[in-house]
């Protein structure tokens, strides 16, 4: 089955502006206030890139 990109809101401490938004190559991370950003399923290429750059691991490829 193919990955997909999940958000893991209980890892996310929604206090800052989301870092990973600025390192997805697709603009497919959003966020609103501070809140865990949401992710446009359909412009994701599933890279990893935000998985990897979250340190709180709020973002996984699964
Ligand atoms: S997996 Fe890659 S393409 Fe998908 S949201 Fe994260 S950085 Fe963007």
Do not use: W, Y
């Not at 193919?2 to 996310?12: A, G, Q, S, Y």
């Not at 401490?13 to 809140?35: D, I, K, M, N, W």
Request: hydrophobic letters at 30%; charged letters at 25%; one cysteine or more.
């Amino acid at each position: 089955m193919e990955k997909k990109l999940n958000v893991i809101v209980e890892n996310c401490p929604q206090s800052h502006p989301c870092p990973s938004v600025q390192v997805c190559p697709v603009g497919a991370l959003t966020q609103e206030g501070f809140r865990a950003p949401t992710v446009d399923h359909d412009k994701c290429i599933r890279c990893g890139k935000c998985a990897n750059f979250c340190p709180k691991k709020a973002l996984k490829l699964e």
